[in-house]
C-alpha cells in the first residue's frame, strides 16, 4: 500500500538557519498539506497545496515560511530563519479525499 | 475559524470494555469528521469517517456517532485490546475531504489494560 514518506525523520538546526523539509505524497494525490505538532499539543493546520499553488493557509504560516513542489515528486516545505518555537514535530500529508500522513520530521531548534 | 475540543485527554480501561471519546465543533459548515489513530512514534493513521449526511457508521469493533444539531460526534471502540492502546485524534472538515484542511481535537491517549 502507498504511504507518504518524509525525510529526515530527526533534524537539529540553530537558531536563525534554514531547514528544508521534505516529503514525498501518495503518486495519484492532488492535495498536498503540511502540518505541525508542538510537543503535547494539537495537531495545526499549516498549508494546503493544490494545481502548483497555495490554496490555504493558517497565521501560523508567514514570510518564513514557503512550500514548493519542485518536481513531479516531491514536496517541501522550508522555513528561511528558524526559531526556537519553531521546534515540533512535521507532518505532510496528500489526498484525493481522505487524508494519509507521513509519519513526520522531528526539527529540533537551539 | 472551526474549533474542536476533545474529551478526556487521557482514558484508561480494562482490556474487553469499552472506550469513548467525545469531540466537539463549533463552526456548522464542517461536515467530514474523521478519527486518526497514532501509535507511538508513528503516523496518524484514519480509523474511520464519517460524513454529515449520516449519523452513525461502524467498521468492526469500532463506530463513530455524530449530531449535527448539538455539534458533537464520538468514537466508540468496543471490546478493546492492548493493541487498541495509542492516541486517538478527531477532526472536522468543510465541504467534504478533498482540499480542505483537517482541524483536530487535542488527542486522547488510551491505555488498554491487559
Known amino acids: 500500500e502507498p504511504e507518504v514518506t518524509q525525510t529526515p525523520s530527526h533534524q537539529v538546526t540553530q537558531m536563525g538557519q534554514e531547514v528544508i523539509l521534505r516529503c514525498v505524497p501518495i503518486?495519484?494525490?492532488?492535495?498536498f498539506y503540511w502540518y505541525r505538532q508542538i510537543l503535547g499539543q494539537k495537531v495545526e493546520f499549516l498549508v494546503s497545496?493544490?494545481?502548483?499553488?497555495?490554496?490555504?493557509k493558517s497565521e501560523i504560516f508567514d514570510d518564513q515560511f514557503s512550500v514548493e513542489r519542485p518536481d513531479g515528486s516531491n514536496f517541501t516545505l522550508k522555513i528561511r530563519s528558524t526559531k526556537l518555537e519553531d521546534s515540533a514535530m512535521y507532518f505532510c500529508?496528500?489526498?484525493?479525499?481522505?487524508?494519509?500522513f507521513g509519519p513526520g520530521t522531528r526539527l529540533l531548534v537551539l | 475559524g472551526e474549533n474542536v475540543e476533545q474529551h478526556p485527554s487521557t482514558l484508561s480501561v480494562q482490556e474487553g470494555d469499552s472506550a469513548v471519546i467525545k469531540c466537539t465543533y463549533s463552526?456548522?459548515?464542517?461536515?467530514?469528521f474523521p478519527w486518526y489513530k497514532q501509535e507511538l512514534g508513528k503516523r496518524p493513521q484514519l480509523i474511520i469517517d464519517?460524513?454529515?449526511?449520516?449519523g452513525e457508521k461502524k467498521d468492526q469493533r469500532i463506530a463513530v456517532t455524530l449530531n449535527k444539531t448539538a455539534k458533537h460526534f464520538s468514537l466508540h471502540i468496543t471490546e478493546t485490546q492492548p493493541e487498541d492502546s495509542a492516541v486517538y485524534f478527531c477532526?472536522?472538515?468543510?465541504?467534504?475531504?478533498?482540499?480542505?484542511?483537517?482541524?483536530f481535537g487535542g488527542g486522547t491517549r488510551v491505555l488498554v489494560k491487559p
Open positions: 500529508a496528500s489526498s484525493k479525499e481522505t487524508q494519509y
Open positions: 503518486s495519484n494525490h492532488l492535495y
Open positions: 497545496f493544490y494545481n502548483n499553488e497555495i490554496s490555504e
Open positions: 463552526d456548522s459548515a464542517s461536515n467530514y
Open positions: 464519517i460524513r454529515s449526511n449520516v
Open positions: 477532526a472536522a472538515s468543510k465541504d467534504g475531504a478533498a482540499g480542505n484542511k483537517l482541524t
